[in-house]
């Protein structure tokens, strides 16, 4: 089975960084997603690690350590608008289905 | 606009009904993948196709629930008897695994909100 925790919630300021952690445990990995979910709307991708190391897209990187079953998601210069739910996903070995963490919800004060 | 298209993105219905969503995929993907999310939560797989073949179901989805594909383009999602506990959010999504990237990224439509009084 799949296993994927992420923090409930977190708080930053504008302008700030915020580091998001996932931990998994999975029976098979053909890759690790994160999309950003805004209340009431569809999951919009974000990012995509298959192999160890840093993925950077713009104000955005993720990490992933694969024999570690770890995750980040790192927003930077964080504005009003990354106020949402970041997902972690983890897509099985036969590269199909997403199992999906609770999400975490971001919300940035100024 | 071709994205993921759902229809109603609303339902409200009565306990013992039955419901019927519609999700249209992004025309050149071959997969379609029905998901289900309650509030607070990440989405739950239920059941995804790849063109008109079912190929694999959770245990989540009971037999009241049915997904059809016929024609391997749009999907319906049918629940029978509805649940308070049936009430979510149900999204499609749709991917192609003749895609140039390294992975099979999954394009998330806007979702039908059911909610069972």
């Known amino acids: 089975g799949q296993n994927i925790d992420q923090p409930t919630e977190m708080t930053a300021t504008e302008g700030a960084i915020v580091q998001i952690n996932c931990t998994y445990q999975?029976?098979?990995?053909?890759?690790l997603f994160w999309y950003q979910q805004h209340a009431g709307e569809a999951p919009t991708f974000l990012s995509y690690?298959?192999?160890?190391g840093l993925e950077e897209k713009g104000r955005f990187s993720s990490f992933l350590s694969r024999s570690k079953g770890y995750s980040y998601l790192l927003l930077k210069e964080l504005q009003m608008k990354d106020s949402a739910s970041y997902l972690c996903?983890?897509?099985?070995?036969?590269?199909?289905?997403?199992?999906f963490g609770g999400g975490t919800r971001v919300l940035v004060k100024p | 606009d071709t994205g993921v298209s759902q229809d109603p993105r609303h339902k409200i219905t009565k306990r013992g009904q039955n419901v019927t969503f519609r999700c249209d995929p992004i025309s050149e993907h071959n997969r379609l993948y029905w998901y289900r999310q309650t509030l607070g939560q990440g989405p739950e797989f239920l059941t995804y196709f790849q063109n008109e073949a079912q190929l694999e179901k959770s245990r989540l989805l009971s037999d009241r629930f049915s997904a059809e594909r016929p024609k391997g383009s749009f999907s319906t999602l049918e629940i029978q008897r509805t649940e308070q506990g049936d009430s979510a959010m149900y999204l499609c999504?749709?991917?192609?695994?003749?895609?140039?990237?390294?992975?099979?990224?999954?394009?998330f439509g806007p979702g039908t909100r059911l909610t069972v009084l």
């Open positions: 999504a749709s991917s192609s695994t003749a895609g140039r990237g390294l992975y099979n990224e999954q394009f």
């Open positions: 999975t029976s098979g990995f053909n890759g």
């Open positions: 690690n298959v192999l160890d």
């Open positions: 996903a983890v897509m099985g070995a036969a590269g199909n289905k997403l199992t």
